[in-house]
C-alpha cells in the first residue's frame, strides 16, 4: 500500500524526464503516446471497479490471519489509494503526455537520431492444464536437466481489463529472500492452442524463467547477483528451452521439428527487421516490403510490428541473438568434451554459472562441466 501511494510521486518523475526529452527532440512518436495514453485512460475508466480493487479485496478476504475488521480496514485503504491518488496520477500522466505530442523529431527507428546507430550498438549482443502442463515439462526435463528444488507455484489469468496490453505470458519474479512462492500470468486473449501453450509454459516456467530463477538461488550464488547480468542471457535461455520444449510436446517428432524451426524463422524475421529498422534506417514501407519477401503480407499486422520495434528497440534480439549465443555456446561445449559431452552437464554448468555476459560464461565453462 505504501508504494502503491508514491505512484504520484513516480509519475511526476517521469514526467521531468519525458519533458527534458522533449526538450532535446528525444520525445517519444505520436503513436507512441497515443497507446500510453489508451492504456492510461484504460486504467481510469470506470474508477469504482478497477482490476486493483476486486483482487485486492479477493486476496485480503483469504488472508486468514487478519481478523474481518482488519481485512476491511486494509480494503478501506487499498480503496481511497487507488481511487485517490492512483486513478488522478494516471489521468494527469495522459494529460500531460498528450501535451507534449508533436514534439518527437523522430518516428522511426533510433538511427534517425544524432548518435542513435552508435546507441543501438552499444545493446548487448551477448494437456490444456497448465498446472499439467508445467509436470509434464518437469517430468521430462529430468534427462536434460539437473532437477529443481521443491517449490510452489501457481498459474494464474490476466486480469480482463489488462489483456490488451499485456504479453501471451510472463512469470512473476518472486522475492530474492523466498523463491519458494512463484507466479505464471497467462493471458488467454493472445491464443492458447495447445502447442502454443505448452512452449510458452515452457518459457516461462520449467526450464525457463521459473526454473533458470530457482536454480541460481539453489545453487548459492551471493545474492548481488541478482543486481548484475544481461536479458540476452534471460531471455535467450527462455527461447533456447522454448525451443527444446517442442521435442517434448506429445505430437509427431517431424511436426515438432517443423513447428520448432518455424518459430525460429520468425523470430529471425522480426530481429532483422529490429536491426533493419534501427540501425539501418527502414521505414514502415521498407519493412513491408521485406515481410512480403517471405509472403508475410497483412499490412495492418505489420504496421503493429513495425510500431512495437520503434517503440522497444532491441526487444527482439534478447530473445534470438540470446537463443543464437546458446546455440554456440552448446557447439564449444560439444567441440571441447567431445564424448563426455552431455546436455545435463551443459545445462548443469551453466545454472551453477548463472546469468552472466556469453563471453565469460565460455570463458569459465570449463571449471563448472
Known sequence: LELMAETPALFRKIMDLERIKAEKGLFMADFAVDDVVAQCRSFTQDPANNYLLSTFDDRVDEAGFLTPEQAEQYKQVNRQIVTGEMVPAYQRLAEELSALKGSGKNSGGLCGLKGGREYYEYYQLPTEEPELILK?????????????????????????????????????????????QNCIYINKSKGDEKIQLYTTLAHEGFPGHLYQNVMERSCGLEPIRSLFGSSGYVEGWATYVEMQSYYYADVEQDVSAFLQKNQSALLSLYATADMGIHYDGWTLRDTIDFFASYQIADKATIQQIYQLIVEEPAHYLKYYIGYLEFLNLKEYAKEKFKEDYSDYKFHAALMEMGNAPFYILKEYLPEYY
Open 136 to 180: 509434464d515439462l518437469q517430468r521430462k526435463m529430468q534427462q536434460d536437466f539437473p532437477s529443481p528444488p521443491e517449490v510452489s507455484f501457481q498459474v494464474k489469468e490476466v486480469h480482463p481489463s489488462l489483456e490488451e496490453y499485456t504479453a501471451p505470458a510472463f512469470y512473476l519474479t518472486p522475492p530474492i529472500d523466498d523463491v519458494s
